[in-house]
């Protein structure tokens, strides 16, 4: 309406000849090309009213970033991850700038299935509130870097695993990974197979420790009703609780089959 008014004026004062004559053409040019500028500062005052009762974006990805350094905390936490650096993308859809204004704090649901937060994750962004009641789902990218154990030297299968065959080594994890981030952690367990240098060691290629480890000395019982005898052997096969391992009788270098009951131990039931 501003503009129509000033281009009358301007019409006005262009078709009358007595004040065409006192009319400079300064003024003329200043009339035109400065007053749209003037309509254009009342258009840009009514669009910041419009988006000031509605959703900001910039603060939804913000709060959102921070729901997922926390949940990165956490997971580090409780499964001793030191010194992790994460890397947090957040893809919302540009729809919600013309959602409403949330009155109440903005809520974030996980809609996967992942326990681990690295990779691809999926959360649903919700307004609920007595006046306002939204949601959508927005998608969250994140890699993070930190120290894990890998295999300084080889490790040959069943191999009982020592801290001098591991060392530590800094990786990108983009995807979801049963990773040891710890020396002690490792110590102690088996390789279930052929581990080579420099390979990372997750969770899948380690087995708890025997009872019984090939090569030690172990204690034989006999039992059979209310007798029950026992004498040395030596072990000639890794072995776990109630497995059946081969053992070697000390004094009369025989092999038998035995059940594997406690650390050191085995029994023969006749």
């Given at each position: 309406?501003?503009?129509?008014?000033?281009?009358?004026?301007?019409?006005?004062?262009?078709?009358?000849?007595?004040?065409?004559?006192?009319?400079?053409?300064?003024?003329?040019?200043?009339?035109?090309?400065?007053?749209?500028?003037?309509?254009?500062?009342?258009?840009?005052?009514?669009?910041?009213?419009?988006?000031?009762?509605?959703?900001?974006?910039?603060?939804?990805?913000?709060?959102?970033?921070?729901?997922?350094?926390?949940?990165?905390?956490?997971?580090?936490?409780?499964?001793?991850?030191?010194?992790?650096?994460?890397?947090?993308?957040?893809?919302?859809?540009?729809?919600?700038?013309?959602?409403?204004?949330?009155?109440?704090?903005?809520?974030?649901?996980?809609?996967?299935?992942?326990?681990?937060?690295?990779?691809?994750?999926?959360?649903?962004?919700?307004?609920?509130?007595?006046?306002?009641?939204?949601?959508l789902n927005a998608t969250v990218y994140v890699q993070l870097t930190l120290p894990v154990m890998v295999a300084r030297t080889l490790i040959h299968r069943d191999e009982l695993i020592t801290r001098g065959m591991l060392d530590s080594q800094m990786l990108q994890?983009?995807?979801?990974?049963?990773?040891?981030?710890?020396?002690?952690?490792?110590?102690?367990?088996?390789?279930?197979?052929?581990?080579?240098?420099?390979?990372?060691?997750?969770?899948?290629?380690?087995?708890?420790?025997?009872?019984?480890?090939?090569?030690?000395?172990?204690?034989?019982?006999?039992?059979?009703?209310?007798?029950?005898?026992?004498?040395?052997?030596?072990?000639?096969?890794?072995?776990?609780?109630?497995?059946?391992?081969?053992?070697?009788?000390?004094?009369?270098?025989?092999?038998?089959?035995?059940?594997?009951?406690?650390?050191?131990?085995?029994?023969?039931?006749?």
């Amino acid at each position: 309406m501003k503009l129509r008014v000033n281009m009358l004026k301007i019409l006005e004062v262009v078709s009358n000849p007595v004040k065409k004559a006192y009319v400079s053409l300064t003024y003329l040019i200043n009339l035109v090309i400065l007053l749209p500028f003037s309509v254009f500062a009342d258009n840009l005052q009514e669009v910041k009213l419009i988006n000031s009762n509605n959703v900001n974006i910039e603060q939804i990805k913000s709060a959102l970033v921070g729901e997922i350094k926390n949940e990165i905390q956490h997971y580090s936490d409780i499964h001793g991850w030191k010194k992790v650096v994460p890397n947090i993308k957040v893809n919302i859809p540009k729809a919600i700038s013309s959602l409403p204004h949330c009155p109440e704090p903005i809520r974030f649901t996980a809609q996967d299935n992942q326990s681990q937060p690295v990779g691809r994750l999926k959360r649903q962004v919700k307004c609920e509130s007595p006046t306002v009641n939204w949601r959508l789902n927005a998608t969250v990218y994140v890699q993070l870097t930190l120290p894990v154990m890998v295999a300084r030297t080889l490790i040959h299968r069943d191999e009982l695993i020592t801290r001098g065959m591991l060392d530590s080594q800094m990786l990108q994890l983009k995807a979801p990974k049963n990773i040891i981030t710890n020396a002690d952690q490792v110590i102690g367990l088996h390789a279930i197979r052929r581990i080579r240098q420099g390979q990372l060691i997750t969770e899948n290629l380690l087995k708890k420790p025997f009872l019984i480890n090939k090569g030690d000395q172990v204690l034989i019982v006999a039992k059979k009703g209310k007798f029950e005898a026992s004498t040395k052997g030596i072990a000639l096969e890794h072995g776990k609780m109630h497995e059946q391992i081969r053992v070697e009788n000390t004094a009369t270098q025989k092999v038998i089959h035995a059940r594997v009951f406690a650390q050191g131990k085995v029994e023969t039931i006749f």
